[in-house]
């Protein structure tokens, strides 16, 4: 025994049959191949995978808003209303029909349905629409992304004592959002997060006063609904919609459908809950969502980048047993320009109008498009998406010609004195090079754009530095006002959103989204009144004039309207893809299509 | 809690107690070991760290009770045979575990104090503040109040720590402040004149002028403006007349020659003898006075202001406000007020928040004239008492004794508190991390160690040889392949149904299994499930090890081969085989033992790059995402851990090199 465990005989043998067997090497690589894949998943289960890029950042109903957040809130909650996919069209989702509006257009009266259950029985009433409201109006609430709006457009919610089903939502004046702005908010039930009933003591008017001190109790309950729901508490997540979170994982969060679910057997397409199961997985990495895509692994993804999904298509595996498709989407790309710097630390370049309208003319958009994202984008002129109804078509694009912009530099006074191929004009008593820095979020292909940006810009003695920063700086300097021009992009949506967020010069002054500097008293006044019109032929020509101040004005060169890229799996019979966000409805995915097995 | 102190504390416990016990029965028997033993001690004691952390990953079934209870057995047997045998090796591994908490505590105020001075806020990315700014002021009132909510739930509104070694010119009032920029600034402005309590009317009065300025209707004012067309209003009324001076309101006893104009809640008021001069007009208007406009001589009506004039004026003093609470750079802040006279200077519907200005500038003059810079210079010390952030988050609130879980029990009851953008514990989710890495490190080292020691001794035996210069060459050509590159060409070639489909590439486990159901399964089912998706990262992980191991074990080797008691051992007739490896060898292991001392915080580090290139969820993963969204609970838990098992491998570390080179003494030599 002591002969066998003797430390020199054990090292010896080791080594011995390490070097000096054959089958020492062979026998670790055999251990590694023994290693290799089982197939995986049957085809015929009845759950859907679908693709998430990045993890949600919690899943609370009314304070999150992220896009994953999004994504998954269409299968766990209902919103009052909704926007139809297919026509972009608020339609009641909770509510009988078409809600009655009052003669001055501030009072929407709203009848539910009153088949509808929480997960523990309890009806769904109007005493949860108004305690939804209460709390997501609250300064106590943690939802700055959607308080704003809510705020510039909700009054109050009063109540039928006679009738639960039944209840007034009290609009603060006419507003274009007045119908569809409660669509993006997830109803939340009043006995689950307000068991007391503490909110009933609260008031609209009280809300609405900014200068009212909150109760340690009301302070209390807001603590407890402020907590995040993650992966240390999914049960907690609670909503009207057909499904439950079973598990929250590293890489998946797992979602079964509810049992006797209030919605089933209602025709409607958002009504319906065919999958057993959706499963969102979570790949962060493009080149594994390539890969899980040639496996067959995942069955949805909206997420893909273009590139890849090019690639894909040349695939015949990936044809064979996919639908895939570049669908349009409310988002588009932009260079923001400072149009009001400190002059200081960053010089005031960009505060004539007409060098920005020159910057315009500089930028290759047609060549970014056709390089940077394979021709799948369109050209778009201000912020409204050419997808709306309300985009003012009159407007063209800019092209690229280095003779305007020299032109408009020039009557600009932008020349090069000094000879340094770099224009220069004095300002104030400085002499001021029109060189500015630009921002990009770190990104190959934001890096590769802006090189191709500073090219064009050389040729007529501009000078852009290309400066990569990570999405934190990037973002503190765009909001602190302390960038010369920055590359970004924004997600929208199908219903009008109030402007004044990125748009109104108070969002400037309290640096807010206003990055750019832009506005005056009359695009503010454009913008009050495009929120307030309810005339739709009134609405539409004032919103298509405020474009039209915008392409003048040029804060930022609206470059393109950028394509979704959806591949689904053909397991599924005739999904649809949409523009509005999330642009599938995966509760509806129906098995019985034609695929192939995944290649191994 | 299973990674709590206590844990391990009632594993080591449980892990001696039985050996002991042993040990004692087989020592009445037999009194001597031999050294020999000693090799198997040590693996013993690293198989007893790595059962820890297994046991604490579960056994499912009753095979794999017993074989981690041999396990546990032998170690423990092993470690107590050294408590008979040497037991000064014993006391010196006890001085050193004693050691470590005193290190371990310097570790933990490195760790907090490296938090504390970091660039981000945490309560900044809880309260969404950015997305808060996005429109009106109400809302960042309103984000302020959630703010403060966040800051007193996280504990940030306390001191810092026990006491503050500061400079007389430091305040204990800073943490008190919301926001993260004027926090900041008045830092700046701190070190720059010195004199907090003038510092803070300044900031005071900033914060004043702009809660004024937020008053201004533009609306307001320009509608009152319009209204009242010059012609249409006259009327004569003496009823009310006044005149504004220095702002204020001062009602004309005669009012012989005063002209009195009005409509709705309105007055103007001019100087009808003077008709060519500047004129001050006032409104009133739902009990505010404005101090409307001029008009100007040559007109019979007056001056109407432009809406972009209020609306700029409005919003440009607004940002200079905004831009005085959060800069300090003496360029900009000239600029700032110097635009902001001349706005004052311009118009006169700004009056009424004139006032505030001037309170400001004054408050600034005052702050800048009454400097103490020279207080930056004097140290002082600032006692804060028990109720301080660091306190808290040492020992936490809750009562000991207590088994209320909700609330912190603070780093010395081994919580590491709750994550800051989560708010999940931060002891489940870094346990949960480590275990995936630690055995991903593990098996990749392991593959490492058996794959090139064998190559370098090898290599140095038969140094120069064709295998020799072989192996070199394939070796560095590997060892200069960046890692990311190399796992993307495995993913690409053994992962790709294109070519090889033979191994998964993303994750742990199968994702058709729920993660429940894939801990429910015994280790060696999950080994087994897990094995095609640790093959390529644990290949991309220790490929570069193969030439950097096998190039110190051959250099190591051939350094030995050379001695002279090696030539003894081959005068004396021993066999090839046993010069190398009984002679050579177990001499050459003292730079191989001192890289495996690494593979401990290794596994809390994890690898970013593979676990990310594999979605392999592991510490590296979840470290990178802490630091970039400021996440510092479990930073600050990462950086621990890594000290400490930076500590525990040094130690394992230094008790391997007395296993194999006899010359190394842990003791004291006398």
Redesign the interface.
């Known amino acids: 025994m002591a002969l066998l465990f003797s430390r020199e005989l054990v090292i010896e043998n080791v080594i011995f049959v390490a070097v000096s067997n054959k089958f020492y090497y062979p026998l670790i690589f055999a251990v590694l191949l023994l290693s290799c894949v089982e197939n995986r998943r049957s085809l015929e289960s009845n759950t859907v995978y679908a693709h998430l890029n990045s993890k949600p950042d919690g899943l609370h109903p009314t304070n999150k808003s992220s896009g994953p957040h999004q994504f998954i809130s269409t299968i766990v909650h209902k919103p009052l209303y909704q926007v139809d996919l297919r026509t972009n069209e608020i339609i009641p989702t909770l509510c009988i029909d078409e809600p009655i509006i009052s003669d001055d257009g501030k009072v929407y009266t709203y009848e539910l349905r009153k088949d509808i259950k929480w997960d523990d029985g309890q009806d769904f009433t109007g005493k949860d629409v108004e305690f939804t409201v209460k709390s997501v109006l609250h300064d106590l609430c943690n939802n700055p992304n959607m308080k704003p709006v809510l705020r510039s457009v909700i009054d109050s919610v009063r109540l039928y004592p006679e009738d639960p089903y039944k209840f007034d939502l009290v609009m603060l004046g006419k507003n274009v959002s007045n119908g569809s702005v409660m669509a993006d908010i997830y109803l939340v039930q009043q006995q689950y997060y307000d068991p007391e009933y503490i909110l009933d003591k609260v008031s609209f008017k009280d809300i609405k006063n900014p200068n009212k001190k909150w109760s340690e109790e009301v302070t209390r309950h807001f603590e407890n609904y402020n907590k995040p729901i993650n992966r240390s508490n999914p049960e907690e997540l609670n909503g009207l919609g057909p499904y439950k979170i079973i598990a929250w994982e590293d890489n998946a969060l797992r979602f079964v459908k509810k049992k006797n679910w209030w919605g089933e057997g209602d025709t409607s397409i958002y009504y319906k809950n065919i999958p057993d199961t959706i499963v969102f997985r979570v790949i962060t990495e493009d080149h594994n969502t390539y890969m899980e895509l040639k496996r067959g692994d995942i069955d949805v993804s909206t997420k893909l980048s273009t590139k890849d999904l090019i690639r894909l298509r040349k695939s015949a595996a990936f044809n064979a047993n996919y639908y895939s498709e570049f669908a349009d989407q409310f988002a588009y790309t932009y260079i923001g320009l400072n149009m009001k710097p400190d002059g200081v630390k960053r010089k005031p370049v960009f505060a004539e109008k007409k060098v920005r309208q020159a910057i315009a003319h500089l930028v290759p958009v047609d060549d970014i498009i056709e390089v940077m994202v394979y021709g799948q984008a369109e050209r778009q002129v201000a912020n409204i998406s050419p997808l709306a109804s309300y985009y003012n078509d009159k407007l063209k694009p800019i092209p690229l010609d280095h003779k305007k912009a020299e032109k408009l530099l020039d009557e600009a006074g932008w020349k090069d004195t000094d000879g340094d191929n770099i224009r220069d004009k004095v300002i104030n008593g400085e002499k001021i090079k029109l060189s500015f820095q630009l921002n990009y979020i770190t990104n190959a292909d934001f890096e590769a754009m802006a090189l191709m940006i500073k090219d064009e810009m050389a040729k007529v003695g501009v000078e852009a530095n290309p400066n990569s920063l990570e999405f934190g700086s990037f973002y503190g300097q765009a909001l602190q006002h302390d960038f010369d021009a920055m590359i970004g992009s924004w997600q929208g949506s199908a219903i009008y959103s109030d402007m004044g967020q990125l748009w109104s010069t108070e969002a400037w002054a309290t640096k807010g989204y206003n990055f750019t500097g832009f506005g005056n008293s009359y695009s503010d006044s454009l913008i009050r009144y495009v929120n307030s019109q309810i005339d739709p032929e009134k609405f539409k020509a004032a919103i298509q004039e405020f474009q039209a101040v915008l392409y003048d004005e040029q804060p930022y060169v609206f470059m393109y309207q950028i394509k979704k890229k959806v591949a689904i799996h053909k397991r599924f019979i005739n999904p649809e893809v949409y523009a509005e966000k999330p642009g599938v409805i995966l509760q509806a995915f129906s098995m019985g299509g034609a695929s192939k097995k995944p290649s191994k | 809690m299973i990674s709590s102190l206590l844990h391990i504390v009632i594993c080591l416990i449980a892990w001696f107690t039985p050996g002991f016990i042993a040990a004692y029965a087989l020592n009445k028997r037999e009194q001597n070991f031999?050294p020999?033993w000693?090799?198997?001690l040590g693996i013993g004691v690293l198989s007893a760290f790595g059962t820890v952390f297994i046991v604490f990953g579960g056994q499912k079934d009753v095979f794999e009770l017993v074989f981690y209870a041999g396990i546990i057995f032998i170690s423990a047997f092993l470690t107590t045979r050294l408590m008979f045998n040497e037991p000064q090796k014993l006391l010196y591994i006890l001085k050193r575990v004693v050691l470590f908490i005193p290190t371990f505590f310097i570790i933990t105020l490195l760790a907090f104090f490296i938090l504390k001075s970091s660039p981000?806020d945490p309560v900044e990315a809880?309260?969404?503040?950015?997305?808060?700014?996005?429109?009106?002021?109400?809302?960042?009132?309103?984000?302020d109040?959630?703010k403060a909510?966040?800051r007193k739930?996280l504990g940030l509104d306390k001191p810092t720590f026990y006491f503050s070694f500061g400079t007389l010119a430091d305040s204990d009032e800073l943490h008190k402040v919301i926001d993260q920029n004027h926090r900041e600034n008045l830092h700046r402005l701190t070190r720059k004149y010195g004199n907090w309590k003038e510092i803070n009317d300044y900031y005071n009065s900033i914060k004043k002028a702009k809660a004024d300025l937020t008053q201004l209707s533009?609306d307001s004012i320009y509608d009152a403006n319009t209204e009242f067309l010059f012609p249409e209003i006259v009327q004569r009324d003496t009823a009310v007349e006044g005149w504004m001076v220095n702002g204020q309101f001062r009602p004309y006893i005669d009012s012989s020659n005063k002209t009195v104009l009005y409509k709705k809640n309105c007055i103007h008021l001019y100087d009808s003898s003077h008709r060519d001069s500047v004129k001050e007009w006032v409104c009133f208007k739902k009990d505010t006075i404005y101090k409307e406009y001029r008009y100007r001589a040559d007109s019979s009506l007056r001056y109407i202001y432009?809406?972009?004039d209020?609306?700029?004026s409005?919003?440009?003093i607004?940002?200079n406000y905004?831009?005085l609470l959060?800069s300090e750079?003496d360029?900009?802040v000239k600029?700032v007020f110097s635009r902001s006279d001349s706005l004052f200077d311009a118009y006169s519907f700004l009056y009424p928040y004139d006032k505030s200005y001037h309170r400001l500038k004054k408050a600034r003059k005052i702050m800048e004239q009454k400097s103490t810079s020279w207080k930056n210079y004097i140290p002082s010390i600032q006692i804060n008492g028990m109720d301080n952030q660091y306190h808290a988050w040492l020992v936490g609130t809750r009562p000991f004794g207590s088994q209320d879980t909700t609330l912190p029990g603070g780093l010395i009851r081994g919580d590491f508190g709750l994550s800051y953008?989560?708010?999940?514990?931060v002891n489940?989710e870094i346990w949960?991390k480590f275990k995936i890495s630690f055995e991903l490190v593990l098996i990749a080292v392991i593959?490492a160690y058996?794959?090139s020691?064998?190559i370098g001794?090898?290599g140095a035996y038969k140094k120069d040889s064709l295998f020799d210069k072989g192996s070199s060459l394939i070796l560095f050509i590997l060892y200069s392949l960046p890692n990311f590159f190399v796992a993307?060409l495995l993913?690409r070639y053994f992962?790709?149904?294109?070519n090889f489909?033979?191994?998964?590439?993303?994750?742990y486990h199968?994702?058709?299994m729920?993660?429940?159901v894939y801990y429910e399964m015994s280790y060696w089912e999950r080994l087994k499930h897990s094995?095609?998706y640790?093959?390529l990262p644990i290949?991309s992980y220790c490929y570069a090890m193969f030439a950097f191991i096998s190039r110190i074990m051959r250099v190591g080797m051939l350094e030995t081969l050379n001695q002279d008691y090696i030539r003894t051992a081959r005068a004396k007739g021993l066999s090839e085989?046993?010069v190398v490896?009984?002679h050579a060898?177990?001499n050459s292991l003292l730079p191989i033992i001192t890289i495996f001392a690494n593979i401990f915080p290794l596994a809390v580090g994890g690898s970013v790059i593979i676990e990310?290139?594999?979605?392999y969820?592991g510490m590296g993963m979840a470290s990178l995402k802490a630091i970039?969204e400021g996440d510092y609970p479990i930073v600050i838990a990462v950086f621990c851990l890594a000290g400490m098992l930076t500590m525990i491998g040094y130690l394992v570390s230094d008790i391997m090199y007395t296993l194999v080179d006899p010359r190394i003494s842990l003791s004291k030599k006398k």
């Open positions: 031999e020999k000693n090799l198997l981000m809880i309260a969404n503040s950015k997305a808060g700014k996005s429109a009106a002021q109400q809302n960042n009132v309103s984000n109040q959630v909510q966040v739930r533009v432009k809406k972009d209020i609306n700029n409005k919003n440009t607004l940002n905004n831009t959060e750079n360029a900009v600029d953008l989560t708010g999940e514990s489940a949960r593959l058996l794959v020691i064998p001794v090898y993307l993913i992962s790709n149904p294109d489909m033979w191994f998964y590439s993303n994750g199968d994702y058709t729920a993660e429940d094995a095609p640790m093959v290949v085989s046993k490896w009984k060898f177990k990310m290139i594999f979605s969820n970039y």
